[in-house]
């Protein structure tokens, strides 16, 4: 039996352009949010409004969250008004946010005593991939509830990833947030050292653009750096966010990230300055200050 | 008036694929490599073996050396039976290693002495791209000396991007450097992530490839760590004395480069234990050390 209700539960930067994205697949959407202005607006775009998660759980088969953090995802999923308190036995919810494993493993089991199937689900792309349809989305938990929600899955994402059993979607998406933020640190510093050299930065990006240092973040976000446009597509105060939850995950694990660490240093002083509310890129800021003069092209 | 005879000096990993291109788009080639084996690999693909540097420049209107490090370029392009001695007026230098963009200005003004156009080339996209023709190459000079040789050019690589004057193509080429290695460190820390938190790296790997932590080490290095496979496509000495140019030219401008930095480290241990010859994924061995666990699918 197709699934044809969906709920979503955060209409940030991330969650708007998803919920769009699931409109725009012909899914009957309830949405809530704790802002009544992204309400009204994805109400305008054809989505039923409700007062609160239970109330999206109940008119769903699917309720999907997408939330800043773990403590965010524990209040709305398993708190009063919560999802887990709407959603039918034999219904989905999927949390989408980027939380700590542990957090997703211990929805789940929550989920699992009311005959809920939870998936752990975060994404990766940033809003420009939100917006196309194109996430990459890494999930955990069940294979059979992975089957069941996919093709709701499919109308946010063009990769599509089972990853293992619960909490391990979170897991493989923190790898992916050493990958990411570590790369874009790379870029950054290739950017100073060719601001510092004299070299036009446009023919850097379009000469690495090409060869062995192709990235995506040097395809997207090296060019907002050099035109000194530093507004979020993800903000650094998230990504300090995500990075603690991947030393949490490295603490437990007893894994060395030498890099990463200094990529969180970096981000450090960022925020140090006032930048927390700054795209990522913003990283190229703290370099900036360090060598005391300018990336720009 | 058509470029139809090319020398290449150097034949390499880089090298030898790069000649095989040339040969393919229909240039005349003569050659010479201090090794004898790749000579006759190459003459027996249809070039012309010489028996010095000089000797090929003197039968071609554009040479090309493709060589380790700054001394070899000083001597093959300066020295008794160098590239120099041999150019005739109106001909073309194109030095394709990767050196001290100070070297590469150097070697310009004593071509410009002796009427010969010389350009710092160089490439990046790796032994993969260089079997494709389908390098990055970066190019510092006279934009008529560029324009005459892109020809040549465009029949080794497919984004041959103008950098600047003498020594930018080596300054672009360095940041390349800076980007790519860093993003390799970047990839091998969540791989480490992964393995250290139990996650299959093949869905790590292909969940990251379809987002914001997209590269081109993580598509085409990452399978090789989890492989196990440390055969050189770039050796990790080869990338220890490009980061010494790069900490040179930092030194010059006054650049802290911390990520970078971090890199030289791990490599360091990885020659430390006799891993120089291997290719820079080996640097995912030095973080396997540091944490006592193996990364592999």
């Known amino acids: 039996m197709a699934i044809t209700r969906v709920g979503f539960v955060g209409l940030g930067i991330m969650g708007r352009p998803m919920a769009r994205s699931l409109i725009r697949a012909g899914f009957g959407l309830t949405v809530y949010s704790r802002s009544r202005g992204p309400v009204d607006e994805i109400a305008a775009a054809g989505a039923r409004a409700a007062g609160s998660a239970a109330e999206v759980a109940r008119a769903s088969e699917v309720t999907i969250t997408m939330l800043p953090d773990s403590p965010d995802v524990e209040a709305v999923a398993l708190g009063p008004d919560g999802v887990l308190e709407g959603a039918r036995r034999g219904s989905y919810y999927v949390d989408m946010s980027t939380i700590a494993p542990a957090v997703a493993r211990k929805v789940a089991a929550a989920g699992r005593e009311r005959g809920v199937g939870c998936l752990d689900a975060p994404v990766s792309g940033s809003d420009i991939a939100a917006q196309q349809g194109s996430l990459s989305i890494m999930v955990g938990g069940e294979p059979a509830d992975f089957e069941a929600v996919r093709p709701v899955l499919d109308a946010m994402g063009k990769n599509v990833v089972y990853a293992g059993p619960s909490g391990m979607g979170e897991t493989v998406k923190l790898c992916n947030q050493v990958a990411g933020n570590g790369t874009l640190l790379a870029v950054a510093e290739a950017l100073l ?74 981000y450090r002083a960022v925020e140090a300055h006032g930048g927390g509310d700054r795209g990522i890129q913003a990283i190229a800021t703290a370099l900036e200050r360090l060598a005391g003069a300018e990336i720009k092209a």
């Open 193 to 266: 050292l060719g601001a510092k050299a004299g070299a036009d930065l446009e023919v850097v990006i379009q000469a690495l653009a090409g060869g062995a240092a192709r990235s995506w973040m040097l395809e997207n976000l090296a060019p907002r750096i050099v035109r000194r446009d530093l507004a979020p597509g993800f903000m650094v105060r998230l990504a300090q966010k995500d990075l603690r939850h991947v030393q949490e995950l490295a603490a437990e694990t007893g894994t060395p990230l030498p890099g990463t660490a200094l990529v969180q240093a970096l």
